[in-house]
């Protein structure tokens, strides 16, 4: 069953087409997705999955089981970025330890939107509230991240624009538009909600293909600068995330015993934000390096998680 699921999950479609964008990149092709397409179709995934999920919480009953899954969300998107600074700052700076742990504790939209596809190639269904319970664990990470930098940095100017960068966790586009899809997904009369299945449903496989072609290129170019700085940080990026996930597909099920739901969880923990993050700290810490986290997150830890993660996670969930 193990070399199944790997077996499937290697050959899905909107991998294979992310493996071609790093392909290219090694090729010297001139292959790109324009940046305004490449913007337009992140908005639509942000979109489709906020919608689709408001549309499942609308049919759902607010229950102790979903109110304690939001608390375990903001607990995990909080105690990661606690342990993993600590570990990271034993040898890199504190700016990029705070930012690295932010970007592990917080969670990538893409990697989530990979993930319900691969709960459907599974016969499973996305449960509503976990679309919210990924929104929330953006913003606790980041300002996480952030209180770590302002007590162990040592330098009085840097302790500035953290309100600014706060704010900007809670307003950022991503967390903004996935949070307001929802809210509209859950408000919308199920009859005209109807009228735009066709495009949040049926287009959607093929705009996450498309879109994975694109981070494919993206993290072909990242990767050569990125080894510049020794194993660690690539150590740290492969080996983290899996126990990050593992354990957490474990601990899971201590707050609900739904498989989906506990597969989410666990790939939410193994994910690390290489959008939300990147822009909080450009405008907060500019003394971290982008050309560090970055790279770790999109080249290493993404790619990791669609590969082996998921089976991994899907196997603990379904054993334990």
Do not use: C
Not at 111 to 136: C, D, K, N, P, R
Request: glycine share 6%.
């Amino acid at each position: 069953m193990n070399y199944n699921l790997l077996l499937e999950n290697l050959t899905n479609p909107a991998l294979l087409f992310f493996v071609l964008g790093m392909v290219a990149v090694y090729v010297k092709s001139d292959l790109e997705i324009p940046q305004n397409s490449s913007k337009f179709i992140s908005l639509y995934l942000l979109f489709a999955i906020g919608f689709k999920g408001g549309q499942e919480l609308s049919h759902e009953a607010f229950t102790s089981e979903i109110g304690w899954s939001m608390l375990f969300g903001i607990f995990i998107s909080s105690i990661i970025p606690l342990y993993t600074f600590f570990i990271i700052k034993r040898k890199l700076t504190v700016y990029d330890a705070g930012a690295i742990a932010a970007a592990y504790g917080s969670v990538s939209a893409v990697t989530f939107v990979t993930a319900v596809s691969y709960l459907e190639s599974q016969q499973l269904v996305l449960h509503g509230h976990m679309v919210a319970i990924m929104a929330m664990m953006e913003s606790p990470a980041i300002i996480m991240g952030l209180l770590l930098i302002s007590i162990f940095n040592k330098e009085a100017d840097e302790k500035i624009k953290k309100s600014t960068a706060i704010t900007h966790s809670f307003t950022n586009g991503s967390v903004l538009l996935i949070l307001g899809s929802l809210v509209i997904g859950f408000l919308a009369n199920a009859k005209q909600a109807e009228g735009i299945k066709p495009f949040t449903n049926d287009l959607f496989k093929g705009f996450l293909a498309i879109f994975l072609l694109d981070m494919g290129i993206t993290s072909g170019k990242k990767v050569k600068a990125f080894f510049s700085y020794g194993w660690f940080p690539f150590a740290f990026a492969l080996l983290i995330p899996l126990i990050n996930g593992s354990i957490v597909a474990i601990m899971s099920s201590f707050v609900t015993q739904d498989i989906a739901n506990r597969f989410i969880f666990a790939i939410l923990a193994a994910s690390a934000s290489y959008i939300a993050v990147p822009a909080a700290m450009k405008i907060s810490v500019p003394k971290a390096d982008p050309g560090l986290f970055l790279p770790m997150a999109l080249a290493v830890t993404f790619p990791i998680n669609i590969t082996i993660g998921m089976p991994i996670y899907f196997l603990i969930v379904q054993n334990t």
